[in-house]
């Protein structure tokens, strides 16, 4: 999972189009994009574009962006869109994990009521769009094995901030918005799910883009959200390890192998230990190698 494609449930046209985007997620949207007065239209075409991707030749998974779980509106998305076997269900401002156990509470009733396999509906929270929210980015390891991934957001969070801008005059995020993406990032770490970058919201800047993805993937994320199809290519490239990078883990991986139980290598001049293996092993696993490739 390197990107995934928010599209506006309202609209066939985007929606048909997103299956050409090479997106690894395609977030069918029935929260922001989506007017008051046009979301029960939105929910019957959302399910409807679910009931038919066996029609199609999309290799991504299909989640839904639920309305937040007090809107008033979630219980009718899930209702209108859990027929249509969504892989998962994204939730807006979340609080702590005690929202994710809600919702995994709230698909169980609904995964039996479609014949669905339990479990099978995976979760990821949009979890810094409040003030308050920041401060239980340490509550969701644990809460459900539903949790896939967690992402944070920047425009909600600005607004409840009272924050001016989110970017300074470089395109780079200020302070307090730094700070709630660095704690998303270590909250999702801890959870052992996948950390999502928020979005580049500037979709004619792909240099800004590309670099934006680059700093995030050095960091730690291992995916990014985008907001249009045009962005998904260069996401997928950054959040993709090189070559050199896969040879380079290969041979840490190898190199620990020999040495048999040893807590520290040499390798190319540089001694590496154990948490450069971890380091090693996850680039592999992004890369979509296993160990017996080594």
Known sequence: MR?????????DRKLEKSLSSDADVIIVDLEDSVALSAKPEARRIACEFLQNRAATASQSLFY??????????????????????????????TASGRDIQKLHAMLDVREAEAGLADGATRIIPVATETAASVFGLGTYAGSSERLAGMTWGAEDLSA???????RDTDGRFTEPFRLARNLCLCGAVAARVAPIDTVFTAFRDPEGLAEECREAERDGFTAKLAIHPAQVPIINSVFTPSDAAVERAMRIVDAFRTAGDAGVIGLDGEMLDRPHLKRALGTLARAGRSVEDV
């Open 160 to 166: 409840d901030l009272g924050a001016a801008v989110n």
């Open 64 to 93: 839904v962006r639920i309305n937040d779980l007090n809107s008033g509106h979630a219980e009718a998305d899930l209702d209108a869109v859990m027929p249509g076997a969504p892989d998962g269900i994204m939730v807006p401002k």
């Open 3 to 11: 990107s995934l494609l928010f599209v506006p449930a309202d609209s």
